[in-house]
């Protein structure tokens, strides 16, 4: 451990005249240089201080407890050195290590998400970061960060996750039996006109911003604790089912880096996936757990509706249905299960469509009914196409009647429509609610793999995450060069896996129950009081700063204690900087 820091009164003149602080040395640089904790003016106004009731106590506080952590697991996953291994370029700017740079740029997404420009006045500068390193931070600016993700090669990015991945499986219980797979996208605010980033293209965003380019990120984590196991940052306008077929052989190739075997494995990804090619091949590679659209399996549907069966999953009853059958010449376990929340969804939407539906129709009758009075005349036959392509886009074959007739005023119709309430009664019965999932694991039973798949969600949660503005988020993200896009996506995974393995630890070491989010809002409260303790009356003059944590409630306490935060500076053998 480092000796209790001690300050000193040093002093520095300006203008003709003597001033005196209470200083603290730490690197700037990667040299050691005075750190000033609190200016003392001149002489005078100290003798002053002096022989009154003594110098006044001193606070300044910072936040701690998340810092601490994350800098304690960064250490013994080897992160820095993990990236200094793979840099070709200039090492050393303003004293960091291009790997010391990258790793506190990862864990200011874990915090507090911030640009880069925003990282020190924002974010690091309120925290006991540099305390802990023992280094200024004040020049880690926005084009430091910029310059030092320049020198990390892209193509060096999937060595790096895989050395820091085995690390973490050495290190800790990560168990790597079921795999998660699935992807998603991230809109960003790219000038339209920017041709010089071939990541960022337009295509279908899940949060509805289809103006907006946006960049793909795959992942693959683990379904115990959700360690993203494998990332790709992949171009906006590229399909689920793509990606993930040019990506499989790279997730076959990294499960064998790090078990060596993928037989005792199982893969599952859903059926944005699918495709009867890849499916075959993820058959013929690895055990894995999909799912199929009901509009595929028709006659399936019909034959597990005659034949469901009750079983019990985490409390909840469930219908289901299992068989072993070929799909697409391949020798499969099918098992069709209702899904009451995907039911109560479907309904909803159904209903919301009817309505919109018939708020158009209405529409559409009102302005038939009376004549046209100039321009082309109505005929029944483009009225017929118009009303049929509308109702077909909007809800489900057969579910609305119609039918329109002539007025007898020139080119006037009557449109009658309905529900047909026998077909909506169907729907709801016997086709909503239904998924149908796809498995080789024949020796398994339907529970396990009905659980299996409902692990899908937790990756689903993942991406929920890195959205989330407040911690572990992937925006904002301003970078506008595919180079810097895919170097950003990768700190942000770095960013992810370090949440949860502190996340983990909590669980196991502090019984912690609640979220990631709420782990870390109760880490960043845990937080570091730097005292200037007044002198005592026989070193008048003798200054000494003081560092302990601030009085805590019971339960962050018994946080703190549990995973080990202290106030005490252990050595950091993290190589920041040359020194270090």
């Known amino acids: 451990m480092y000796t209790q820091p001690m300050a000193t009164i040093q002093k520095r003149v300006s203008r003709g005249r003597t001033y005196w602080s209470i200083v603290e040395s730490r690197r700037v640089n990667g040299k050691p240089r005075p750190v000033i904790l609190e ?160 990541v960022a293209q337009r295509g279908y965003n899940k949060q509805k911003r289809m103006d907006l380019k946006q960049f793909g990120l795959f992942l693959v984590v683990s379904r115990q604790d959700q360690i993203p196991l494998l990332h790709k940052v992949y171009q906006g306008n590229l399909s689920d089912k793509t990606i993930f077929q040019e990506q499989f052989k790279d997730v076959v190739k990294r499960l064998k880096a790090l078990c060596g075997s993928v037989e005792d494995m199982t893969v599952v990804f859903d059926q944005g996936n699918n495709s009867k090619k890849i499916v075959q091949e993820v058959n013929n590679t690895v055990s894995f757990i999909g799912s199929v659209s009901p509009y595929q399996q028709r006659p399936l549907l019909e034959e597990a509706n005659r034949s469901m069966s009750t079983i019990t999953l985490k409390g909840r009853r469930v219908d289901c249905y299992r068989v072993r059958t070929l799909l697409w010449q391949m020798d499969l376990t099918l098992i069709v299960y209702i899904s009451e929340k995907l039911r109560q969804g479907q309904s909803r939407g159904l209903e919301q469509s009817i309505k919109k539906l018939f708020g158009k129709l209405s529409k559409l009758q009102e302005n038939i009914r009376v004549p046209t009075q100039r321009g082309k005349k109505r005929t029944p036959e483009e009225l017929e196409k118009k009303i049929t392509t509308l109702i077909a886009s909007s809800v489900p074959e057969g579910l609305i009647g119609w039918q329109i007739h002539s007025r007898g005023k020139g080119d006037a119709f009557e449109l009658n429509y309905w529900i047909n309430h026998q077909q909506l009664e169907f729907l709801k019965d016997q086709w909503f609610g239904r998924r149908i999932l796809m498995t080789n694991r024949h020796q398994w039973s339907t529970e396990e793999i009905i659980l299996a798949y409902w692990g899908q969600h937790k990756v689903e949660y993942i991406f929920k995450n890195l959205k989330n503005p407040f911690h572990l988020s992937l925006r904002p993200q301003y970078h506008w060069t595919d180079h810097k896009i895919e170097v950003h996506g990768f700190l942000c995974v770095l960013a ?50 003081t560092y302990c944590l601030e009085h805590m409630d019971e339960d962050l306490q018994a946080l703190a204690d549990a995973l080990g935060i202290s106030h005490k500076r252990d050595k950091i053998t993290i190589p920041f900087s040359v020194y270090t």
């Open 39 to 198: 200016y003392l003016g001149t002489a005078e106004a100290l003798l002053k201080r002096l022989q009154q009731d003594g110098v006044s106590r001193k606070v300044r506080s910072y936040s701690h407890g998340s810092v601490s952590l994350v800098l304690r697991i960064a250490e013994e996953l080897h992160i820095v050195q993990a990236i200094n291994r793979q840099i070709k370029g200039k090492q050393i700017r303003d004293g960091f290590t291009v790997g010391g740079s990258l790793l506190l740029a990862a864990m200011g997404r874990i915090c507090q998400p911030t640009s880069k420009r925003g990282w020190y006045e924002g974010w690091a500068r309120h925290t006991s970061l540099s305390y802990l390193i023992g280094m200024s931070l004040k020049k880690l600016d926005s084009q430091h960060f910029w310059n030092q993700m320049d020198t990390l090669d892209q193509e060096a990015i999937p060595s790096i996750e895989e050395e820091v991945i085995k690390m973490l499986i050495e290190k800790q219980n990560i168990t790597l039996d079921t795999l998660l797979c699935d992807t998603s996208n991230f809109f960003t605010y790219l000038d339209s006109a920017n041709e010089q980033c071939r």
């Open 496 to 545: 992810f896996l370090l949440g949860m393995v502190a996340y983990k630890r909590a669980q196991e070491q502090a019984h912690f129950r609640g979220s990631v989010h709420t782990l870390l809002e109760h880490l960043s409260s845990i937080r570091l009081a730097t005292l200037i303790e007044n002198p005592s009356e026989k070193t008048k003059g003798t200054y000494k700063a």
